[in-house]
């Protein structure tokens, strides 16, 4: 079964009543994913504080304001500070309001649709920095605590099959902001597909699936599944 539009009733956050919740980069089935919360009227919310305000009461990862709908701009906040670029916000924000391009602060983003699967092209220098640790086996990171000890956004990974492509991986931002595990990280897997120079299929989390792919001039490619579970 492949992710679908489904709609449902609630209502996550009092102070506005456009918020579309959905679950992207999710598994086959349906399953998994990294929630994201789309403020479709991002201009009712002007200020940069009451949209921080706003991403930490909702408590998901990253929560994206619409500024312009037709152009794709728009702004991203995490429970605790604004990002420039992030994958999971991108790809779910193109497919819900069916944009050929996307526009965060970083840069303009294209967009393309490939049967189930939605795919974003960024440039590395785009995404923050983070650790990317490799780990000897799956059993290894599937065995790290959340978050491990230390300092810095870790992104902790193995190989599952080193000739298909298929790597497992966990991320834990560790930055005291709630989030002691990231389910679905696309500026992740884009830094690793830059590094290893090569298309990847990765399950982070609990079951979450990235495509990546090398793309002309440098960028990278990042593709998934995305899951709308309810507007309100």
Same mark, same amino acid.
């Given at each position: 079964?492949?992710?679908?539009?489904?709609?449902?009733?609630?209502?996550?956050?009092?102070?506005?009543?456009?918020?579309?919740?959905?679950?992207?980069?999710?598994?086959?089935?349906?399953?998994?994913?990294?929630?994201?919360?789309?403020?479709?009227?991002?201009?009712?919310?002007?200020?940069?504080?009451?949209?921080?305000?706003?991403?930490?009461?909702?408590?998901?990862?990253?929560?994206?304001?619409?500024?312009?709908?037709?152009?794709?701009?728009?702004?991203?906040?995490?429970?605790?500070?604004?990002?420039?670029?992030?994958?999971?916000?991108?790809?779910?924000?193109?497919?819900?309001?069916?944009?050929?391009?996307?526009?965060?602060?970083?840069?303009?983003?294209?967009?393309?649709?490939?049967?189930?699967?939605?795919?974003?092209?960024?440039?590395?220098?785009?995404?923050?920095?983070?650790?990317?640790?490799?780990?000897?086996?799956?059993?290894?990171?599937?065995?790290?605590?959340?978050?491990?000890?230390?300092?810095?956004?870790?992104?902790?990974?193995?190989?599952?099959?080193?000739?298909?492509?298929?790597?497992?991986?966990?991320?834990?931002?560790?930055?005291?902001?709630?989030?002691?595990?990231?389910?679905? %990280?696309?500026?992740?897997?884009?830094?690793? %597909?830059?590094?290893?120079?090569?298309?990847?299929?990765?399950?982070?989390?609990?079951?979450?699936?990235?495509? %990546?792919?090398?793309?002309?001039?440098?960028?990278?490619?990042?593709?998934?599944?995305?899951?709308?579970?309810? %507007?309100?």
């Amino acid at each position: 079964m492949s992710c679908s539009k489904e709609r449902g009733p609630g209502c996550l956050n009092a102070r506005v009543n456009d918020i579309d919740v959905l679950s992207v980069f999710c598994a086959a089935d349906g399953r998994h994913g990294n929630t994201l919360g789309v403020v479709r009227e991002g201009r009712r919310h002007p200020r940069r504080a009451d949209r921080q305000a706003i991403a930490a009461e909702l408590g998901y990862s990253e929560t994206v304001f619409v500024d312009d709908p037709e152009r794709g701009v728009v702004d991203i906040y995490t429970p605790g500070l604004r990002l420039p670029f992030a994958g999971h916000p991108l790809v779910g924000t193109a497919w819900l309001l069916d944009l050929e391009s996307v526009n965060p602060p970083a840069g303009e983003v294209w967009v393309r649709q490939d049967g189930e699967f939605t795919w974003i092209t960024a440039r590395p220098e785009w995404a923050p920095p983070r650790i990317l640790r490799q780990y000897g086996s799956v059993a290894e990171v599937d065995a790290l605590p959340a978050p491990p000890p230390g300092e810095g956004w870790l992104y902790a990974w193995a190989w599952q099959d080193e000739a298909a492509g298929r790597v497992r991986a966990r991320a834990f931002p560790r930055r005291d902001d709630g989030i002691a595990e990231d389910e679905a %990280t696309g500026a992740a897997a884009l830094l690793l %597909t830059e590094q290893l120079g090569r298309a990847l299929n990765i399950t982070q989390g609990r079951g979450s699936q990235i495509l %990546t792919a090398p793309a002309p001039r440098g960028e990278i490619e990042i593709g998934g599944r995305v899951r709308l579970h309810r %507007t309100h």
